[in-house]
């Protein structure tokens, strides 16, 4: 299902606001809430989070907008049994990536740590990114690619660069060989989310995905010196680009299937 010029012209200011928030932590990031050990910052972000979602409705109420974006449960088991097996490695694989690189650890943090910062942090993170960079960036994308043939394709990887670069605000001061080596991987990452949401239709799919690879990174909350080693970011390239390929696969698959039909 495409979409008309007015809904792409709504969307995407959409995408770019919410884009802007989610990059900048603005405005929450300005307060600073203190539980325990969990770093200040992190429950205003998750308000930010809450406050994007409260825009969004708000707007696409508005606007009367009722693209499918996949919130659904129509294929939701059968995609996670389908397509979820290849993550969860790549997350196992990202754990003991951080772990190798982390070790031996230096911090000892509280229950409350754990939960908000390596855990519920990270939902709203995979909430909130696989809506805008997904769920509209990549269908925007798709919808104006209309008259190619490969539009899916393009939009998968455009977004996936999109993706990508949009996490280097966050790598600003780490080495230029760990920003290039992050990037990558996050566009790998990213490729993988777009294809199975693609795949299933259903954005619940690669937000559960997004959530549970995130999670993995949880070592971090045990050290106080955040740094990645070269051993960890060399596991993680080649995770993420062999994840990658796998996706390239099955997008292969696909568009044979397709002409087959034809």
């Given at each position: 299902m495409g979409m008309d010029k007015k809904t792409i012209?709504?969307?995407?200011?959409?995408?770019?606001?919410?884009?802007?928030?989610?990059?900048?932590?603005?405005p929450c990031v300005l307060l600073r809430i203190r539980i325990a050990d969990v770093d200040p910052v992190i429950i205003p972000l998750m308000i930010n989070f809450c406050l994007i979602g409260i825009i969004a409705f708000l707007v696409l109420r508005f606007f009367k907008i009722t693209y499918p974006?996949?919130?659904?449960?129509?294929?939701?088991?059968?995609?996670?049994?389908?397509?979820g097996l290849p993550g969860i490695a790549a997350g196992i694989l990202?754990?003991?990536?951080?772990?190798i690189?982390?070790?031996?650890?230096?911090?000892?943090?509280?229950?409350?740590?754990?939960?908000?910062e390596?855990?519920?942090?990270?939902?709203?993170v995979a909430i909130v990114e696989e809506f805008y960079v997904r769920g509209l960036f990549l269908n925007i994308v798709e919808s104006l690619a209309y008259c190619k043939d490969n539009k899916t394709v393009?939009?998968?990887?455009?977004?996936?660069?999109?993706?990508?670069?949009?996490?280097?605000?966050?790598?600003?001061?780490?080495?230029?060989a760990v920003i290039a080596f992050k990037v990558?991987?996050?566009?790998?990452?990213?490729?993988?989310?777009?294809?199975?949401?693609?795949?299933?239709?259903?954005?619940?799919?690669?937000?559960?995905m997004h959530a549970l690879i995130d999670v993995f990174a949880l070592p971090y909350c045990f050290t106080l010196n955040i740094r990645y080693e070269p051993v960890s970011l060399v596991i993680l390239i080649i995770t993420y680009t062999a994840l990658a390929l796998y996706c390239g696969l099955?997008?292969?698959?696909?568009?044979?299937?397709d002409k087959e039909k034809l």
């Open positions: 012209t709504i969307l995407l200011i959409l995408c770019l606001v919410i884009a802007f928030m989610d990059i900048t932590g603005l974006f996949g919130f659904t449960t129509d294929g939701l088991a059968e995609g996670l049994k389908k397509y990202s754990f003991i990536a951080f772990f690189g982390l070790y031996p650890f230096d911090y000892s943090p509280s229950v409350y740590k754990i939960l908000i390596g855990i519920l942090y990270y939902v709203g393009i939009a998968i990887l455009v977004s996936s660069l999109v993706f990508g670069l949009g996490h280097i605000p966050g790598m600003i001061g780490m080495g230029i990558i991987s996050t566009i790998g990452m990213g490729i993988y989310f777009g294809t199975i949401y693609k795949k299933t239709n259903n954005i619940w799919v690669p937000i559960i099955l997008l292969r698959k696909n568009q044979d299937t």
